[in-house]
C-alpha cells in the first residue's frame, strides 16, 4: 500500500490514524508492524523523526548499535541486518520505534545484479508481529531518504506500507565524493569537507541534523567504495565514485589540472602532487609549480633542462615535463622529445634526444645543448643506443656529408667519440669539426708547442705527423719520410738527440719549483692538451708559464730515467708520481680507436687531479719516457743473438758480436741496442699497443711544464706582411717576435684554425688556407690572446659579365 503526502502536518495526521487504525484493513494493518517512510531529502527526514520522538513519544534506535566496534568498516550483510531487525521489533514487547539510519547502510546493497536492495525490502515487509505488538498495535517506522526511485518497485504491493513524502525543495541533495580509504595527502580538507573515514563514522554522522553544516562529503570507507555505484538511483545525494587520485583532485575536489595528462603509470607522482596540495590556500597548478621550483614559468629549454638536473627526483620531473608540455609549442623540440621518453631517467631522456636528428638550425642547437649540459654531468647513453645513433650518424654521412653529420655530434656517447677519430683520421672531416663536442681530440691534434729553438723545431712538425697517423691507426707515408730523414742512421740520431737536454739539466738551475709531478710516459704530443687543460683553469689563477722539451735516457724505459728524475728532489721539492699513460698503453685489451678515447680520457683525469690538488705554488710536470703507437703497425726485424725487451723496442746482446745497423742504436756498451725506426727488433708489436725503448722522437722526447699562479705578460708583437691574398699562395706571411715556446700559433679564418710555423728568425707562414670570397678576416692567436687584420681576398677566379656583348651597362 502506497500512499503520498504534500506536507509533514499531513503526514503526521495519517501516522497517528494509522497507530489508531480499526475497521476493514486493521488486521493487516496490525500484522505488519513496518512502516517505509520516504522522503526526498535529510530535513524532512529528520523533522519527521523529531516530531515522532517528541509529540508521540517513539523511542529511536540506531542500525550502528548492531556493529562491533572492532570492525568499523563493514557492510553488515541484507540478511543478517533483516535478522537483526526482526529480533529486535519481537524483543520489544510492543513497543514502537523508529530504526535509522536506515538508508544510509540500504542504498548501498547491490540491486543490478543480485537484487539485495529488494530482497532486503521483501524480508523485512513480511516481518510479523508478535501477539503483544498486535494487541499494542506495535509500529517500527524506517525512515529511507532519496530512494523513491528503488522503493517505487513496491509501490502496487498491498503487502508493504510505504508513505513518501516529496519533497519541493531542488538544492537540498548532498555530494558524496567516495575514495578508496584514502585522502592521499590533501592537507585540510576539513575546511571545506566533512570527512568520513569508515562505515561507522558514515552511520554517526546522520545522528545529528545540526552538525551537518557541510554539503559535500568526503568518504573513505574501504566497505562503501565498491559498493557506492549501487545506490544510484538517489535524491538524496550526487556521487563522485574516484577510483584514483586524479578522479579525487579533479572530479571530486573540482581542482583544476590545466595541462597535466593522466596515465596510469604516472599513480605515484598523482599521489606526491596530492601531498603538495593545501585547501587553505587557493589552488593553482601553475602557482603551485612556481612555488616548488622557485621559478615563475619554463621560458625556455634551458631553464627545463637547468630544472631538470636540480631537480633529479621523478616526482619532480614530471610535473616539469608536464608543465613544459603545456607551456611550449606543439611543435617545439623540447616537447617533441619530452613527449616520447618513457621515464624521467636521465638515460631515458637523453637517448631519446640523441636518437631525435633537428629538422633546423634552430632545433640543432637545442639538441646540441641538451646533450652537452648531460655530458657535463656524466650521462652516459646505452650501448644500444650509441650503435644506433653510430648508424644514423653513418646514414646522415652518407646522404649529406662527413661535415654536416659531424655537426650531429655530441659528447655524450664513447661510440660518438671513436667514430669522430675514425673520421679525423681518414680526413673526412677536420680539427676544427670535432671542436665543439670533443675538445679533448681537439687539443690533443692542435699544433705542437714546446720549443722555438732553430735545431729543434724540426721536432714539432714530426710530432703533428705522429699524431695525425695515430689518429689513423695507420703508418703514413709522411712519417716514414720523417724517421728516414732524421733516424736513417745513428749519425742522423745523434745529431738531433744532442741538441736536447735531460730534464734533470734543464731543471737543476731552478729553485723556485716546489712540486714535482711525474706522468710515466708522457711523451711531447700531449703538449697542446695539458696547455688547453690549463688554459681552462685560469679563472682560478693558474697559468702555464713554460714549456721545454728534453730527451730522455736510452733505453727510453722508466728504470733508467726514474733515478735521474729523483734527484730533482734533492734540492727539496716534493716529487710526486701521478698517472701512469704507460699502464694503459701495455693493456692486452687494447682496439682502436677505444683505447685512444681511453687515452684521452686518462689524461683529462690526471691533469685536472694535479690542478685540483695545486694550492698556489710553482709546480713542474715531467715525464720519464714517451710512446708510440706506430710499431704495432711495423714489422719485428727479428735480430738473432739478443733478448728482446719492451716488445723488442730495445734488446740485450746475448751471443756473438754486436755490429752495425741502420735499424738501430748501439750503446756505448755494445750490449743494448735501441730501435731507430718503428720496426722492433724483435717480433712485431701487437695490435692496440704502445710500446717505447726505442729512439724515435715520441719515444724519446718528454715535455716540461711549468705552472705557477702568476700570468706571464705578454711579450710577443706581430706584423702582417700582405694586404692581399691570392689563390696562386694562399699562405699569409708574418713577422713575429717575443713568442715563447708555450705559445700556440694560428691563424683564424672563415671558421677555421690554419697553423703557423716559424721559417727563418722571426719569419712565420700559415699553412694554405682555403680562401672564400667576401671574407676578409684574418685573427693571427698566440696563446689565447688574437689580433685581427683585413686582408683583401683573391680567390682566383674571375666573374663574368652576361651583358657585356651587348653593350649594356
Request: aromatic fraction near 12%; charged fraction near 25%.
Amino acid at each position: 500500500m502506497y500512499t503520498e503526502f504534500k506536507d509533514m502536518a499531513t503526514l503526521l495526521d495519517f501516522v497517528r490514524n494509522d497507530k489508531q487504525a480499526d475497521g476493514i484493513n486493521s488486521s493487516t494493518l496490525r500484522r505488519y508492524p513496518i512502516r517505509f517512510v520516504l522522503f526526498d531529502n535529510f530535513v524532512d527526514s529528520y523533522r519527521f523523526t523529531k516530531s515522532m520522538v517528541q509529540e508521540n513519544g517513539v523511542k529511536v534506535k540506531y542500525i550502528q548499535d548492531w556493529f562491533d566496534p572492532d570492525y568499523p568498516d563493514v557492510i553488515i550483510r541484507h540478511q543478517e541486518l533483516a535478522q537483526k531487525m526482526e529480533m529486535f521489533i519481537n524483543s520489544l514487547n510492543g513497543k514502537d520505534m523508529i530504526i535509522t539510519p536506515f538508508s544510509e547502510l540500504a542504498r548501498f546493497y547491490d540491486n543490478n545484479s543480485h537484487k539485495e536492495f529488494d530482497t532486503f525490502i521483501n524480508t523485512l515487509k513480511t516481518i510479523e508481529t508478535t501477539d503483544v505488538g498486535w494487541e499494542k498495535q506495535q509500529r517500527i517506522y524506517l525512515p529511507i531518504v532519496g530512494l523513491e526511485g528503488k522503493m517505487s518497485a513496491f509501490y502496487n504491493d498491498c503487502q508493504i506500507i510505504i508513505w513518501y513524502m516529496p519533497s519541493n525543495s531542488e538544492d537540498s541533495a548532498y555530494h558524496l565524493i567516495v575514495t578508496p580509504g584514502t585522502l592521499y595527502g590533501v592537507k585540510n580538507l576539513s575546511e571545506k569537507y566533512t570527512v568520513k573515514s569508515n562505515m561507522l563514522d558514515w552511520l554517526d554522522y546522520w545522528k545529528d541534523v545540526d552538525s551537518q553544516n557541510k554539503r559535500e562529503i568526503i568518504c573513505m570507507s574501504k566497505a562503501i567504495y565498491p559498493n557506492a555505484e549501487y545506490a544510484q538511483p538517489d535524491n538524496a545525494f550526487t556521487y563522485c565514485i574516484c577510483d584514483n587520485v586524479y578522479d579525487f583532485l579533479t572530479r571530486g575536489l573540482n581542482l583544476k589540472m590545466s595541462g597535466l595528462e593522466y596515465r596510469p603509470q604516472d599513480e605515484a607522482y598523482w599521489h606526491r602532487l596530492a601531498e603538495e596540495i593545501d585547501l587553505n590556500t587557493n589552488f593553482d597548478i601553475d602557482d603551485m609549480f612556481a612555488g616548488y621550483f622557485s621559478v615563475n614559468t619554463i621560458g625556455n629549454y634551458k631553464t627545463f633542462i637547468k630544472l631538470w638536473f636540480e631537480y633529479d627526483d621523478g616526482f619532480s620531473r614530471w610535473l616539469l615535463t608536464n608543465i613544459m608540455k603545456k607551456s611550449f609549442g606543439e611543435n617545439d623540440y623540447m616537447r617533441r622529445v619530452v613527449a616520447k621518453a618513457s621515464d624521467f631517467s636521465n638515460r631515458e631522456l637523453f637517448s631519446v634526444i640523441a636518437l631525435e636528428f633537428p629538422s633546423d638550425s634552430s632545433e640543432m642547437y637545442v639538441r646540441s645543448y641538451c646533450l652537452s649540459e648531460a655530458a657535463k654531468r656524466s650521462v652516459v647513453l646505452p650501448e644500444n643506443v650509441q650503435h644506433k645513433l653510430i648508424s644514423k650518424l653513418e646514414n646522415v654521412a652518407q646522404e649529406s656529408g662527413y661535415i654536416f653529420a659531424s655537426s650531429l655530434f655530441s659528447p655524450i656517447s664513447v661510440k660518438e667519440k671513436e667514430l669522430a677519430i675514425i673520421w679525423l683520421g681518414e680526413d673526412k672531416i677536420s680539427r676544427d669539426d670535432v671542436k665543439a663536442f670533443y675538445p679533448e681530440l681537439y687539443s690533443y691534434m692542435a699544433p705542437s708547442i714546446g720549443t722555438i729553438d732553430a735545431s729543434q723545431i724540426w721536432a714539432l712538425d714530426y710530432i703533428d705527423h705522429y699524431k695525425k697517423a695515430k689518429i689513423a691507426d695507420k703508418y703514413t707515408d709522411v712519417v716514414d719520410a720523417d724517421i728516414k730523414k732524421y733516424n736513417a742512421n745513428e749519425a742522423s740520431f745523434l745529431s738531433w738527440y744532442n741538441c736536447f737536454k735531460t730534464t734533470r739539466s734543464i731543471l737543476s738551475s731552478r729553485e723556485d719549483i716546489d712540486i714535482f709531478y711525474w706522468i710515466d710516459g708522457l711523451g711531447i704530443d700531449w703538449i697542446p692538451f695539458i696547455a688547453h687543460l690549463v688554459a681552462e683553469r685560469e679563472k682560478d689563477h693558474v697559468y702555464l708559464n713554460d714549456v721545454k722539451i728534453a730527451h730522455a735516457f736510452l733505453p727510453t724505459i722508466t728504470e733508467i730515467n726514474k733515478r735521474d728524475l729523483e734527484k730533482l728532489q734533492d734540492g727539496g721539492a716534493e716529487f710526486v708520481k701521478i698517472g701512469d699513460i704507460d699502464e694503459l698503453a701495455h693493456k692486452n685489451t687494447n682496439t682502436y680507436p677505444s683505447n685512444i678515447v681511453a687515452e684521452l680520457e686518462m689524461m683529462r683525469k690526471v691533469i685536472n687531479e694535479i690542478l685540483n690538488l695545486y694550492a698556489g705554488k710553482k709546480i713542474a710536470i715531467v715525464s720519464d719516457h714517451g710512446l708510440s703507437y706506430l710499431p704495432q703497425k711495423q714489422s719485428g726485424l727479428h735480430f738473432v743473438g739478443f733478448d728482446y725487451c719492451h716488445g723488442g723496442r730495445y734488446a740485450v746482446r746475448t751471443s756473438g758480436i754486436a755490429t752495425k745497423d741502420d735499424n738501430y742504436h748501439l750503446l756505448d756498451s755494445l750490449e743494448i741496442a735501441c730501435a731507430l725506426n718503428h720496426k722492433s727488433l724483435g717480433n712485431k708489436i701487437s695490435s692496440g699497443l704502445g710500446s717505447h725503448g726505442g729512439c724515435t722522437p715520441e719515444e724519446v722526447l718528454v715535455p716540461i711544464l711549468i705552472i705557477s699562479s702568476c700570468a706571464n705578460s705578454k711579450t710577443w708583437k706581430a706584423i702582417f706582411l700582405q694586404d692581399e691574398i691570392s689563390g696562386v699562395d694562399p699562405v699569409v706571411h708574418l713577422n713575429i717576435t717575443g713568442v715563447s715556446p708555450l705559445d700556440c700559433i694560428n691563424i683564424e679564418y672563415g671558421g677555421r684554425h690554419y697553423n703557423v710555423r716559424n721559417i727563418k728568425g722571426s719569419l712565420f707562414d700559415s699553412e694554405p688556407i682555403d680562401l672564400k670570397a667576401g671574407d676578409f678576416d684574418f685573427t693571427l692567436w698566440v696563446g689565447n690572446i688574437g689580433e685581427t687584420k683585413k686582408i683583401q681576398v683573391n680567390t682566383g677566379t674571375e666573374e663574368n659579365d652576361l651583358f657585356a656583348d651587348f653593350g649594356l651597362l
